[in-house]
Nanobody, 115 residues
Framework: VQLQASGGGLVQAGGSLRLSCAAS????????MGWFRQAPGKEREFVAA????????YYADSVEGRFTISRENAKDTVYLQMNSLKPEDTAVYYC?????????WGQGTQVTVSS
């Protein structure tokens, strides 16, 4: 499985960005796809995930109500719409695909929110 993430960039506080992650290869039996992030000097943390079969969504408390995760099954693509961005959202965002206990990771895309 290969994951190609895109959409990061520099934005002012209060602005919006949309991340995309396209999966290719052996994507059968995908359980969830989602996003994690890692800020400088911090551990990687969960941001959001979506069930590939049911579409159920899961969010970290810190982004609930501001970020929206969605999927496009036909394209094996997941999106993260990020609104009302805050400086503390600054991090490298990593796409994740969970195939029932086996994790695959994308290369990461930088999101920088200026105050």
């Amino acid at each position: 499985v290969q994951l190609q993430a895109s959409g990061g960039g520099l934005v002012q506080a209060g602005g919006s960005l949309r991340l995309s992650c396209a999966a290719s290869g052996r994507t059968f039996s995908t359980h969830t796809m989602g996003w994690f992030r890692q800020a400088p000097g911090k551990e990687r943390e969960f941001v959001a995930a979506i069930s590939w079969s049911s579409g159920s969504t899961y969010y970290a408390d810190s982004v609930e109500g501001r970020f929206t995760i969605s999927r496009e099954n036909a394209k094996d693509t997941v999106y993260l719409q990020m609104n009302s961005l805050k400086p503390e959202d600054t991090a490298v965002y990593y796409c994740n695909l969970d195939r029932w206990g086996t994790d695959f990771w994308g290369q990461g895309t930088q999101v920088t929110v200026s105050s």
